[in-house]
Every structure is written in structure tokens, then in C-alpha cells.
């Protein structure tokens, strides 16, 4: 039998920190005060922006780029420097941050919106022409400009039973300047791509009346830069190296993403730690590329419902060859047939292969079939075999027909 007595004292006393500073590569929320590589695309959006010091009504924002982009902590600063010269300036300015992962419906929305001035909307209950009016008068009482900020816009296209009332909120916030009286407003909208403005109306769509900013992924040379920035403010003096940044750019120069080569080297940190060495090497890398790939792939697959893992399935039987949507579907229906499943519309696997396209798990490109029309080509993105390996250690599908292996 092991004695755990006094273990963390043990772990404590033979353990040795490598950080000083955790918090630069594990908040997501962190913005360093200098942010590398993305001064064309801030100065773009502070010039759209600038009007609003004039008086004027700045266009809404379209911002898009692959995650890791920094497209948020840019939209952040920048919106914090108009409030800031705003007050400067004599002009009244409001910035309204919405995760639209959290918000992600029209009340919720709204109620935010009517509490950040001065409103006390409930969080259910009122109807949501009383709630929208709420807001609208008590940011009308001055003479003002808001920025709202929906932030992963993308997401709530995700979930059927929130899109249409996302839609009639997009609609309502690109026409509420026609009933404000003193008030200005506009949006900025960031998400991975534009793909979700296609379930968005031509009605929504002229309303938007959009700027878009792209932001491209970063290459190896600025993830570098990146990751030097966060390890001399992460770790003590020696503990990352030339060699260690250079690996985990190399790593994530594919993805060009900085939240994932900054992830990359806060694990590959903490590997060292516990393997109790006094610097990260390669190796700590290598195990910490490893854990993340695997975490990743376990978090986005194993908490889909068993209708989605279907699909997916169908997508890993047909992955040899050219998947298309409806031999995905012909192939959905025979597993579901074989798992005495309810077979699901064309209309809702669509959803699905959008939901997965959005997760980066497919990809989809629309094809020409001459003359028998359009149809979208699909392929995996990720590993198959890693696929595979997930869905076989979830205990919701050990009953699975043995031929999907």
C-alpha cells in the first residue's frame, strides 16, 4: 500500500517552476501590449472605425481568418483605442463585447445590450419587443455611438433552433439606426469565414452593408516572433531556447495558427516540469504536439450526438474515394437502416456536414455535375485512422455493425 502522506509537500520540495509569468500563454484573454504582424489589419479597421469620431456611422465589419489569427484581440485594442480617443475627443463612445457563444439568442442579446445601459432585463420572462425597446430608448437618451462586437457569429449558425431568430437579430441590429434619434450603431462580426453568410437572406445580407477584413494566418518566421514575445515574459531566463520556438513554429506553421503554437509550447512547459527538467527540449515538444493532436481530436468527436458521429462514419467508409452529398447520404441511410435508427432528412445531414465542415473535420467545395446540377464534394480533414480509433473507444457506439471497421 503507497503512503500519500505529505505527497504535495514531497512534489512541492523536488519540483522546480519553469514559469514566472503562466498566465502570458494560458489565458486566452491575455493581449501583450505589442501585437506583432498585424498592423495592416489594424490600421485598416481603425480607419473604417475613425468616422465615428466625426459623428459619423462607421460600416459594419466583416472580420474572418483562421482561428489563432488574433482577430479578436486586434478588434479589441483597436475598439479600446477609439474609446479612449473618443473621451479625448468630447465624444461619447460605447463598445459592447458579445461571445456569441454565450449569446446565442435574440432575448439574450438584447438583455445584454439594454443592461450595459442602465436597463435590468431578467435573463427569461419579458417579451422580446419589450426587451428590444428597453434597449433601444435607454441608448437613445444621448447623444452616442455603440460598437457591438459579436464575437464566433459563426456558432450560432450551428444550432437550427437559434438560427432564424440570429438572422431577424442581424436584421434588427443593421436597421436600428433608422429609429435612433440621437444614437449611431454598427457592428463587427468576426468568425473563421464568411461560410455563414449564406444562411443569412438577401434582405439581412443588403442590410449588413459590409467592410470585410481578412486575416491571413501567420507564417513560421512571425510565429516565432510570437512565441519569443510570450516565453521571455512565460518562463524563467533559460528555460526555451532558439531550438524550442523554432520547433513549435515548424509545428504549427501548416495551421498558421498562434493560439495553437502557443498552446504547444505552455504544454511542452509544463511535460518539463513534471519530468522535473530545468529546460524544454525537443522532446517535450514532440509529447506535447502529441497530447494536443489527441485531445483534440477526442473533445470534437466524442461529445457529438450518435446521429452526427454517423455521418462522420459514412464520410470514413467512403473516404477513399469521391464523397459527394448524396452518396454520403445513401450511405447514412443504410448504417441507420442497420442501427434501427430514425433516418434523418437530406436537409438535417446538410446541417450536420456544415457543422463538421465548421469544426474542421470536413471540407466541402461545390462541384459541377453538368446537367444534373451542383453538389458539394467532401473530404476528411482529419486523420482517419485517429477518427476511427475515437469513435471505436466510445462506449455509445460498441454496437456498431461490425462491416464499419
Same mark, same amino acid.
Given at each position: 500500500?503507497?503512503?500519500?502522506?505529505?505527497?504535495?509537500?514531497?512534489?512541492?520540495?523536488?519540483?522546480?517552476?519553469?514559469?514566472?509569468?503562466?498566465?502570458?500563454?494560458?489565458?486566452?484573454?491575455?493581449?501583450?501590449?505589442?501585437?506583432?504582424?498585424?498592423?495592416?489589419?489594424?490600421?485598416?479597421?481603425?480607419?473604417?472605425?475613425?468616422?465615428?469620431?466625426?459623428?459619423?456611422?462607421?460600416?459594419?465589419?466583416?472580420?474572418?481568418?483562421?482561428?489563432?489569427?488574433?482577430?479578436?484581440?486586434?478588434?479589441?485594442?483597436?475598439?479600446?483605442?477609439?474609446?479612449?480617443?473618443?473621451?479625448?475627443?468630447?465624444?461619447?463612445?460605447?463598445?459592447?463585447?458579445?461571445?456569441?457563444?454565450?449569446?446565442?439568442?435574440?432575448?439574450?442579446?438584447?438583455?445584454?445590450?439594454?443592461?450595459?445601459?442602465?436597463?435590468?432585463?431578467?435573463?427569461?420572462?419579458?417579451?422580446?419587443?419589450?426587451?428590444?425597446?428597453?434597449?433601444?430608448?435607454?441608448?437613445?437618451?444621448?447623444?452616442?455611438?455603440?460598437?457591438?462586437?459579436?464575437?464566433?457569429?459563426?456558432?450560432?449558425?450551428?444550432?437550427?433552433?437559434?438560427?432564424?431568430?440570429?438572422?431577424?437579430?442581424?436584421?434588427?441590429?443593421?436597421?436600428?439606426?433608422?429609429?435612433?434619434?440621437?444614437?449611431?450603431?454598427?457592428?463587427?462580426?468576426?468568425?473563421?469565414?464568411?461560410?455563414?453568410?449564406?444562411?443569412?437572406?438577401?434582405?439581412?445580407?443588403?442590410?449588413?452593408?459590409?467592410?470585410?477584413?481578412?486575416?491571413?494566418?501567420?507564417? *513560421?518566421?512571425?510565429?516565432? &516572433? #510570437? %512565441?519569443?514575445?510570450?516565453?521571455? =515574459?512565460?518562463?524563467?531566463? @533559460?528555460?526555451?531556447? +532558439?531550438?524550442?520556438?523554432?520547433?513549435?513554429?515548424?509545428?504549427?506553421?501548416?495551421?498558421?495558427?498562434?493560439?495553437?503554437?502557443?498552446?504547444?509550447?505552455?504544454?511542452?512547459?509544463?511535460?518539463?516540469?513534471?519530468?522535473?527538467?530545468?529546460?524544454?527540449?525537443?522532446?517535450?515538444?514532440?509529447?506535447?504536439?502529441?497530447?494536443?493532436?489527441?485531445?483534440?481530436?477526442?473533445?470534437?468527436?466524442?461529445?457529438?450526438?450518435?446521429?452526427?458521429?454517423?455521418?462522420?462514419?459514412?464520410?470514413?467508409?467512403?473516404?477513399?474515394?469521391?464523397?459527394?452529398?448524396?452518396?454520403?447520404?445513401?450511405?447514412?441511410?443504410?448504417?441507420?437502416?442497420?442501427?434501427?435508427?430514425?433516418?434523418?432528412?437530406?436537409?438535417?445531414?446538410?446541417?450536420?456536414?456544415? *457543422?463538421?465542415?465548421?469544426? &474542421? #473535420? %470536413?471540407?466541402?467545395?461545390?462541384? =459541377?455535375?453538368?446537367?444534373? @446540377?451542383?453538389?458539394? +464534394?467532401?473530404?476528411?480533414?482529419?486523420?482517419?485512422?485517429?477518427?476511427?480509433?475515437?469513435?471505436?473507444?466510445?462506449?455509445?457506439?460498441?454496437?456498431?455493425?461490425?462491416?464499419?471497421?
Amino acid at each position: 500500500m503507497v503512503n500519500l502522506k505529505g505527497i504535495f509537500e514531497k512534489l512541492i520540495n523536488t519540483r522546480t517552476t519553469l514559469f514566472q509569468d503562466k498566465k502570458v500563454l494560458l489565458d486566452e484573454t491575455y493581449i501583450p501590449e505589442n501585437l506583432l504582424h498585424r498592423e495592416t489589419e489594424a490600421k485598416k479597421l481603425a480607419s473604417i472605425l475613425a468616422v465615428a469620431l466625426r459623428g459619423e456611422t462607421p460600416s459594419n465589419i466583416l472580420i474572418y481568418g483562421k482561428s489563432g489569427a488574433e482577430k479578436t484581440a486586434v478588434a479589441k485594442v483597436i475598439a479600446d483605442e477609439l474609446v479612449k480617443t473618443g473621451k479625448k475627443m468630447g465624444r461619447e463612445i460605447s463598445v459592447v463585447y458579445l461571445d456569441c457563444q454565450i449569446f446565442n439568442t435574440e432575448y439574450r442579446v438584447f438583455a445584454k445590450l439594454a443592461n450595459q445601459f442602465g436597463g435590468r432585463v431578467p435573463f427569461t420572462g419579458w417579451p422580446m419587443e419589450k426587451v428590444y425597446n428597453t434597449f433601444k430608448e435607454l441608448a437613445d437618451k444621448k447623444k452616442q455611438y455603440i460598437l457591438v462586437i459579436l464575437d464566433q457569429i459563426d456558432k450560432v449558425f450551428f444550432d437550427r433552433d437559434h438560427r432564424k431568430e440570429i438572422k431577424h437579430l442581424l436584421y434588427l441590429l443593421t436597421r436600428i439606426n433608422s429609429e435612433f434619434k440621437n444614437t449611431k450603431l454598427s457592428l463587427i462580426g468576426i468568425s473563421p469565414d464568411l461560410r455563414f453568410v449564406k444562411y443569412l437572406n438577401l434582405k439581412v445580407q443588403s442590410s449588413l452593408g459590409r467592410e470585410e477584413i481578412e486575416f491571413l494566418p501567420y507564417n *513560421e518566421e512571425q510565429l516565432k &516572433d #510570437i %512565441l519569443k514575445q510570450r516565453a521571455e =515574459s512565460a518562463f524563467k531566463e @533559460g528555460v526555451s531556447d +532558439e531550438s524550442t520556438i523554432s520547433l513549435c513554429a515548424k509545428l504549427t506553421a501548416q495551421d498558421g495558427d498562434a493560439r495553437k503554437a502557443i498552446d504547444l509550447l505552455k504544454i511542452a512547459g509544463e511535460i518539463a516540469e513534471i519530468e522535473c527538467s530545468d529546460k524544454i527540449t525537443d522532446s517535450h515538444i514532440k509529447k506535447a504536439e502529441e497530447k494536443i493532436r489527441r485531445n483534440k481530436i477526442n473533445g470534437t468527436i466524442l461529445p457529438m450526438l450518435i446521429q452526427k458521429k454517423l455521418v462522420l462514419y459514412s464520410a470514413l467508409l467512403l473516404e477513399e474515394n469521391r464523397i459527394t452529398t448524396g452518396e454520403l447520404y445513401q450511405k447514412y441511410k443504410e448504417l441507420a437502416r442497420a442501427l434501427s435508427l430514425d433516418i434523418l432528412t437530406i436537409r438535417r445531414i446538410s446541417d450536420f456536414i456544415f *457543422e463538421l465542415e465548421m469544426s &474542421d #473535420i %470536413l471540407s466541402c467545395k461545390v462541384i =459541377s455535375l453538368g446537367r444534373y @446540377g451542383r453538389t458539394k +464534394e467532401i473530404k476528411l480533414e482529419m486523420n482517419p485512422l485517429e477518427i476511427k480509433r475515437v469513435l471505436e473507444e466510445d462506449e455509445g457506439i460498441l454496437n456498431f455493425p461490425s462491416f464499419l471497421f
